[in-house]
């Protein structure tokens, strides 16, 4: 795929991926907030329910007593009437109605007592309606006439009240808070009306007057300007007097996000899992397009690496067609042996390949057996003692563990071991040095191969059992292999249950540990 494709197509998949968890974000906010607008105007819509049932009850209750006191005192102080006459023409000629309304007032002087005033007594009205109509009947002659008059009383107690409500507010705005109503009474009537709303939030009260805290407050209760809610009670306009109930709702934050928590909840988890499903699938296409470029590498230094010994196989066949060669054993044999060598490198380099395709098909057959790992390790130093000889360098062992035995595959143990090995002498600019030291540690055998070649940064450590990977050293080619040994090596190791670990400094060499399981 084109890498500028690849590039937009990543851009936007992230550009969507954004859009999305803004979409949600919005959301969340826009209904956090619509909630919260709504649970203040449902605290508000309690507040003032509170206020006037609070108001109600108590003129309710004093008009009770002011109507038993009507009932049971004798005569009233004074009477006034208001009353309207008029007259209206009936059906027939002869007919003539006269309606008189009039509203009859009477005055009561009451003890102001049972209003717990200071006032020694107060002026109260008692309000009747009068009602007469009047039918005027003409006689045949004229002159004779008939009255039919009927009358109708009765006391218009919601006009009553109205005017007593009025006084009565007049009157007890003097009267001290805490005498008018309780703690307990506001306390209840709050908590009914809010959980008939929907609203269990914990709450604290009080109720101020001009600004200054009376008596009817909840022990806990703080003036927080920007968070309580305010309601006017008792409130006077003709005098300009009253007093104030603030609320505070403590846990108003967690009502409002339990009312949105599901739909949040479930809204996060799919977000989530988009998220995740983005990076997952972004991962996995970076992985592919590495491990594409790493085959590409690993096919062309393969190629590189059968390139030279299939072209010094066929100068060395083209020297044995030399007649002075095919004369001389010497140099036949050693143009024979360059042949037989090149060609079981070639050999083991399939071998190598071949090895790894098993691995991951998991084919590869590993019986085990009882093996000395002391006599093993000798064994994987024969493969490569020549080699380092050569280069001048050394292979010193410090074999200190008393206990060897472990159960492995023979073969592919000392593969693991001579791969070990040829690295370190391939990552060695100088002469190899090679030290390899054995100690038993608990139950188990631990073999460690250090040296004293490039070493590793922490990244490549991190890196160098991945398959095709190869520690970078300048030119792709300067040191040979296809990445396939450390792989190959932990594969097998983990199939022993063993485990292998790495230890490295740029420049000062690396130390690689296996640790295997001892068996009695």
Do not use: C
């Not at 008189?100 to 006032?119: A, P, R, T």
């Not at 022990?219 to 109930?245: A, R, S």
């Not at 096919?299 to 196989?313: L, S, W, Y």
């Amino acid at each position: 795929m084109d890498k500028k494709l690849f590039g937009l197509m990543i851009a936007l998949m992230a550009l969507s991926l954004l859009g999305i968890i803004f979409v949600q974000w919005y959301w969340i906010s826009n209904s956090y907030n619509n909630k919260e607008d709504q649970f203040i105007t449902t605290v508000r819509q309690v507040l003032v329910e509170t206020s006037n049932e609070i108001e109600l009850d108590e003129v309710e209750k004093y008009f009770d007593m002011y109507s038993k006191f009507i009932e049971e005192k004798g005569g009233s102080e004074g009477i006034s009437i208001n009353e309207l006459i008029y007259n209206i023409n009936g059906d027939q000629a002869n007919d003539a109605y006269i309606f008189s309304d009039g509203i009859q007032e009477e005055d009561y002087k009451l003890s102001s007592n049972f209003l717990d005033s200071e006032i020694d007594s107060i002026i109260f009205k008692r309000i009747i309606s009068k009602q007469k109509i009047t039918k005027i009947i003409k006689g045949i002659d004229g002159n004779d006439k008939t009255e039919i008059v009927t009358e109708n009383f009765r006391r218009l107690k919601d006009y009553e009240k109205a005017r007593f409500e009025k006084t009565f507010n007049n009157i007890s705005v003097n009267t001290p808070i805490h005498r008018r109503v309780s703690v307990e009474t506001i306390d209840n009537l709050i908590s009914q009306k809010a959980k008939a709303r929907g609203i269990n939030s914990k709450f604290q009260f009080a109720v101020f007057s001009n600004n200054i805290p009376t008596k009817i407050r909840s022990k806990e209760f703080n003036l927080m300007p920007e968070t309580t809610f305010k309601v006017p009670l008792f409130e006077n306009n003709d005098i300009n007097k009253g007093y104030q109930l603030y609320v505070n709702f403590y846990e108003q934050e967690r009502d409002v996000l339990g009312s949105i928590l599901g739909m949040t909840i479930l809204s996060l988890i799919f977000t989530t899992v988009i998220f995740i499903t983005f990076f997952s699938a972004l991962s996995q296409i970076f992985k592919q397009r590495q491990l594409a470029e790493i085959k590409n590498d690993f096919i062309n230094n393969m190629t590189h690496e059968f390139k030279t010994p299939i072209a010094t196989i066929n100068l060395a066949l083209d020297a044995l067609k030399n007649p002075k060669v095919k004369a001389s054993e010497e140099f036949s044999a050693k143009y024979t042996k360059m042949i037989r060598d090149e060609n079981k490198r070639m050999h083991e380099q399939v071998e190598n390949v071949l090895r790894i395709s098993k691995l991951d098909k998991n084919e590869l057959d590993l019986p085990k057996e009882r093996i000395e790992l002391h006599g093993l390790i000798e064994d994987a130093i024969s493969h490569i003692e020549l080699i380092v000889e050569n280069r001048g360098g050394y292979i010193n062992t410090h074999l200190g563990a008393l206990k060897t035995d472990v159960l492995v595959n023979e073969s592919h143990m000392t593969n693991v071991l001579v791969n070990l090995l040829d690295n370190a002498v391939k990552y060695s600019e100088d002469s190899p040095k090679i030290d390899i030291f054995t100690e038993n540690v608990r139950n188990g055998v631990v073999l460690k191969i250090r040296d004293q070649g490039l070493g590793m940064t922490k990244g490549e450590q991190r890196k160098i059992f991945e398959k095709f990977y190869r520690v970078p050293t300048g030119d792709i080619h300067n040191v040979k292999g296809h990445g396939l040994g450390l792989s190959y090596a932990k594969r097998i190791l983990n199939d022993h249950d063993a485990t292998i670990s790495v230890e490295s400094e740029l420049g000062k060499g690396s130390t690689f540990s296996i640790k295997l399981h001892l068996i009695s």
